[in-house]
């Protein structure tokens, strides 16, 4: 067998590239930018664990966007990013108050108590974001020894339910929070949706609004993989290079993920994804809304639709198209949109659920 000629491969696509589905934004591949950023930086030596040039310039690139005193430390996924952020801002002894519908809560397989030794102080909320007066619930017992002492507040932007805080609302979080003398952490695996939906400034929502740290998400938004820990106040987090080597976080060829973060924030690709991704879940949310029986359960602020719709609907449209159940015992099912997801895509689903309700009115 001949070996294969340069630019060539021994692999062969597994898949159909016309496939879509309303799964997840991660099931989306890489945006054709970011695809062409990596190949810029393949080629020659670069320096390892992050003293490299394009993990050198990212800096400068994420303080356009934070603010002068922003620290970046790009990590592999959005799990470890928020272990590695929380574990730098809390003692051993220490909480984190948080939304119970939250990502570090329902879907990181305990790995921030597991792997970050602290605890979750778990609140309800009925659209999954935080109020001074629901922080309030588990901000309490600071000086008891019998109880994990309340050190940091996570909030998530854009929600697990896909709603959003405005940045009003995250400063009075902040203040309430640094009042009780507890730090700020923001999970931002879908921070670019939430500042494409608000038309403002990220640092608007996360450095002026009082977040001490954030865990910068790309993957959602057209990377390969890779996401980021932004320290804001250097005041609220210690050791993070160490935790990120702890953490099995530390990339050797680190300068793969710098880049794609370079290639979303250097110009406007991570907004351009995201208004993108935003306006699909609108048009989606529109149409789905207008078939008779589908119940939209959430405000649609960014680019994920939550729906309760006939449980029997939704097993056989997920033969069609790929999604999940959100809640399968209330029929509660999430579809999300992509920087990839064309009008095409939402119309056929649309179709497609409303021949589904169709059927089963007749039945």
């Avoid at 640094?178 to 923001?186: C, D, E, I, N, Y």
């Amino acid at each position: 067998m001949n070996a294969p000629a340069a630019g060539e491969t021994d692999a062969r696509r597994r898949h159909d590239p016309a496939v879509r589905g309303f799964a997840s934004d991660n099931y989306a591949g890489a945006h054709p930018e970011v695809l062409a950023a990596l190949a810029l930086a393949n080629g020659g030596h670069q320096t390892a664990y992050g003293e490299d040039d394009y993990t050198a310039h990212l800096q400068d690139v994420v303080r356009g966007h934070f603010g002068p005193a922003a620290e970046t430390f790009p990590v592999f996924n959005g799990t470890g990013s928020n272990v590695v952020a929380l574990q730098s801002m809390v003692d051993r002894w220490g909480g984190v108050i948080c939304a119970e519908s939250a990502h570090i809560n329902t879907d990181e397989g305990g790995a921030p108590e597991r792997v970050g030794a602290l605890k979750l102080l778990t609140v309800p909320t009925p659209d999954g974001k935080l109020t001074p007066e629901l922080v309030d619930r588990q901000a309490f017992g600071f000086d008891d020894e019998h109880r994990a002492m309340p050190q940091v507040v996570s909030v998530t932007q854009s929600t697990e339910y896909g709603t959003l805080y405005t940045p009003d609302e995250i400063r009075a979080l902040c203040e309430h929070a640094h009042g009780h003398g507890m730090a700020v952490h923001l999970d931002g695996a879908r921070i670019a949706n939430a500042a494409a939906s608000l038309g403002v400034p990220v640092r608007e929502f996360t450095t002026d609004a009082g977040v001490d740290v954030v865990s910068f998400g790309g993957t959602k938004n057209g990377m390969v993989f890779g996401e980021a820990v932004v320290v804001l106040d250097p005041a609220a987090a210690r050791a993070v290079k160490r935790l990120r080597k702890l953490s099995l976080q530390l990339a050797s060829k680190m300068r793969f993920v710098s880049v794609q973060l370079e290639a979303l924030l250097a110009g406007d690709l991570w907004l351009r994804s995201a208004r993108h991704s935003n306006a699909m879940a609108r048009r989606l949310a529109e149409g789905v809304g207008a078939v008779d029986g589908v119940e939209i359960l959430y405000p649609v602020q960014a680019n994920g639709v939550f729906a309760r719709l006939p449980h029997e609907v939704a097993i056989r449209l997920q033969k069609q198209f790929r999604f999940y159940f959100w809640d399968e015992a209330e029929s509660e099912v999430r579809w999300m949109c992509s920087f990839d997801t064309t009008e095409d895509d939402v119309d056929s689903f649309v179709g497609a659920l409303a021949d589904e309700m169709a059927r089963e009115a007749g039945a």
